[in-house]
């Protein structure tokens, strides 16, 4: 906990304010305290005031005051992983025969982030559906290990998924939330408190008394984040949580999901699908790649490690000038966007001093050696 602490710290001392005051709310939402809680909510609605000029010394005062009384009591607080959900050798396909899902399996423990990842059309939802029970399986075994001969309704409760389209809503975004925690049975001050609590942590107060109609699609699928949170499931499904949202928003929404996984307050697992390879990459504690229904690469598959070291890059240079700068110690190939240079001598780092040496104009450099970019 002190290092957590002391990370938070420095994201006060480096100005990264937005998400120094997320991770105080997450802190503080741990120790199981309600009076850290009104003043972690507190700190956050001083920032949102102020987060377009500068920030009063009252802010930070209070922030850090806040992070010394945590550090004094989330010790006794942790969590072990669990296993939530086995598949083995699942299949689906459908009844006019148009698209199969070739057997997988998959494992899912508390805290983990598992990003399923392909283009449209290639049986990512399939799979997630699958997970979620909301398909009958044709072979395979899928076991949920903290139920016991679980029905409809106890996998219902075990686990939440949220689709693409998020379902209308009617009335006010503050009041669903209150209600959502109701019928989780968060009741009294602790309703109010928490439902302030998902207000600010997904960046939704601006929204509280605003409907359906006055939301875009990205704070829709916010607002649905923060229902479903309300509800404490043990495994959260969601399928393409990233299409609806800006390029900004969805990294700091799949950074606060993996924050989310691993809460001591309600850890659970993750399992998200997206096109956006990179931004699950990041985040991901495993990454498959689903393509025609069958999942043609895991992240730490021993037998489909690379065996060369691969850069994207897009450069303004000639293909002439690249081979002449690699001088044969790369294969070159271009796609109309980008370049993708290839080599089992030179290391991504290596690559990049040879073009910097070769003054080659670089916009855009990055290391897909160990990304399953390297597969599509």
Known sequence: MHTRIAEIQSYLRHNDHSLAVRRILDASLDTADMSLLKEAIQVSKTYREYKTGELPASFFEAANTLLGKINNVTERFTYEPRVLAS???????????????????????????LGVVGENGNGKTTLLRCMAGQLALDSGELDFAQLENPDHYDIKHHLAFIPQRIPRWYGLLKDNLHFSAAISGVKGEENSVMVDFMLERLDLTPYAHLTWNQISSGYRTRFEIARILLQKPRLLILDEPLANLDINAQQVILTDLRFMA?????????LLSSQQLHEVEKIADTVLLIKNGTCLFRTGEQEKTANAFVIELETTASRDSLLTVLNGLGELQFNGGFYTI????????????????????????????????RFI
């Open 87 to 113: 598949a083995r050798e699942i299949s689906k396909t459908y009844a006019a025969g148009s698209f199969s899902l070739q057997p997988i399996t998959i494992q899912i423990n508390t805290g983990d982030v």
């Open 262 to 270: 691993k809460s001591v307050h309600n850890p659970m697992g993750i």
């Open 342 to 373: 290839t080599s089992k001598e030179l290391a991504a780092q290596a690559i990049l001093s040879q073009l910097v040496t070769g003054d080659i104009p670089i916009s855009y450099f990055r290391d897909i050696t160990h990304s399953t970019k």
